[in-house]
């Protein structure tokens, strides 16, 4: 056959890059692929990509050239200036109908400006979600597409053929206009952060209330894999915990120091939450509780001043390792449902058109929050798209009343061991306020009516009051 160019551009040959280029040509995908530092493209080419299909560029004219038109470029490159910088280099080189695809981790509101500048200039843009890692990348991630759907029908196949399959299902679909790719993926992050939280949550609970040593929490978690809990974190989690370090015998976990980083997506996620007035509690506190670990010296000091509670007196093992599994599928139902809320909110303030049983799809496989509990989630949005909060939803809004107990039990007992577990606190809030037919917002609305005159309404009467508090 005569050789009509790539049929697709990798731009950026970091791992994530690497590894889809090679997922791609698994597939019998013709991929070109180009990196700003020549040596990384050379290496590549002579290493990993050794004896495939895989073409390289060493500058962006040439890279471009090599592309069968129209053109289809995935952009793999560092999240912010980075990407405008190559949008800069690449656009005298493209031609009204080229797609170019930003695989990043981009702010929203990037994608959606450079979608913008792109289409005056008749290309087409897509903002494209991956998750699932380095692994993920290479043998099925889990992608979230959005932007042009011209753009992404002609890629559809090879998105497809890469995705991470669930029984027969790739784990890629359209997911709206605009930045609704790049918007899932951030609220992606940020359950991914929620849970995280929440098994960190757990794993101090065990090991400073219970005093579970490495192999027993590895043991719990394990266990946890066998049920309804089973999911990516959960297995990573189990993993962890056997790890030994080479140079002490000791388990690795404990030799980690305990201020955690973040690139900011779990941030960017709380951030609009709360433009778009959509309660996500355990994000919120997910990513709080981070910025707190990092505040290292400053907990060594206080501790020394202020010291630990008195000693209670040990749980009750056993008892405590079920009410601790229910509260902790009680808090992940909650965790997916703020997200889902907020998708689902963003989407309406956005014009973005996603359908929420699509996300659930998407993210049963290759991401970093696959779980079991997908499943149900993606059932009951079968039955109802557009449902406002999961805990509507009759089966799973069940299945967490049936925790309600346990779940409080676990928060009592954090709460008498001053042990700090906020996600599971503030889940359970959630839970609690949102199962509340009356809230004492009212008093809210009475004080700031006193103090600045901004009225109120009236349950028994239409309208918009102001009262002299003083008088
Ligand atoms: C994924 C991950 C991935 C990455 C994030 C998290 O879905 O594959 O979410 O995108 O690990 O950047 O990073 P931070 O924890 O550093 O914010």
Redesign the pocket.
């Known amino acids: 056959m005569l050789y009509q160019g790539c049929e697709i551009g990798v731009a950026g040959l970091g791992v994530m890059g690497r590894n889809l280029a090679l997922n791609l040509d698994d597939h019998g995908v013709q991929v070109a692929v180009y990196n700003r530092t020549q040596d990384k493209t050379r290496e590549f080419l002579a290493g990993e990509a050794a004896g495939r299909r895989i073409r390289g560029a060493y500058d962006l004219k040439e890279f471009v050239g090599l592309l069968r038109k129209p053109r289809a470029l995935l952009l793999m490159v560092k999240a912010g200036p980075p990407v405008d910088q190559m949008l800069r280099e690449l656009l005298p080189l493209l031609e009204a109908g080229d797609l170019v695809i930003d695989g990043g981790?981009s702010h929203f509101t990037d994608t959606a400006r450079r979608e913008r500048i792109l289409a005056k200039k008749g290309l087409l843009y897509l903002g494209l979600?991956?998750?699932?890692?380095e692994k993920?990348a290479r043998f099925g991630?889990?992608l979230m597409p959005g932007g042009s759907r011209k753009g992404y029908d002609r890629v559809e196949p090879f998105l497809t053929a890469i995705a991470a399959q669930v029984n027969g299902e790739p784990c890629v679909t359209y997911l709206g206009t605009g930045a609704a790719g790049h918007y899932v993926?951030m609220v992606?992050?940020g359950i991914?952060?929620a849970l995280?939280q929440l098994l960190a949550e757990s794993y101090d609970l065990l090991k400073r209330g219970l005093g579970f040593s490495a192999p027993e929490l590895a043991q719990v978690f394990e266990s946890w894999q066998q049920g309804r809990l089973q999911s990516f974190l959960v297995e990573i989690t189990a993993r962890i915990f056997r790890k030994r370090d080479d140079l002490t015998g000791q388990p690795l976990v404990e030799l980690i120091l305990d201020a955690?980083?973040?690139?900011?997506?779990?941030k960017w996620s709380s951030w609009d939450a709360m433009d778009l007035m959509v309660p996500t509690p355990t994000i919120d506190v997910a990513v709080t509780m981070?910025d707190l670990s990092a505040h290292r010296e400053e907990r060594q000091e206080i501790a020394r001043l202020l010291g630990a509670p008195a000693p209670q007196d040990p749980a009750n093992r056993e008892e405590f390792l079920r009410q601790l599994e229910n509260a902790f599928f009680a808090a992940m139902v909650v965790s997916y449902a703020q997200g889902l809320a907020q998708i689902r909110q963003a989407s309406l303030a956005y014009h973005f058109g996603v359908n929420l049983e699509a996300v659930a799809r998407v993210w049963r496989g290759g991401?970093?929050?696959r779980a079991r509990l997908l499943e149900d989630i993606r059932s009951a949005l079968q039955i109802r798209t557009d449902l406002p909060n999961l805990l509507l939803d009759p089966h799973l809004g069940e299945m967490v009343r049936a925790c309600e107990a346990d779940w409080r039990a676990v928060v009592r007992q954090a709460v008498a061991w001053g042990l700090p577990a906020p996600a599971f606190m503030v889940s359970l809030a959630y839970y609690d306020a949102f199962r509340s037919p009356w809230l004492p917002a009212n008093l809210i609305q009475a004080q700031r009516d006193y103090f600045g005159a901004h009225t109120y309404e009236r349950l028994d009467r239409p309208g918009s009051f102001h009262t002299d508090w003083d008088d």
């Open positions: 981790n979600g991956v998750s699932g890692g993920g991630p889990s993926k992606h992050n991914e952060y995280m955690a980083g973040a690139k900011g997506t779990g981070r991401c970093i929050i």
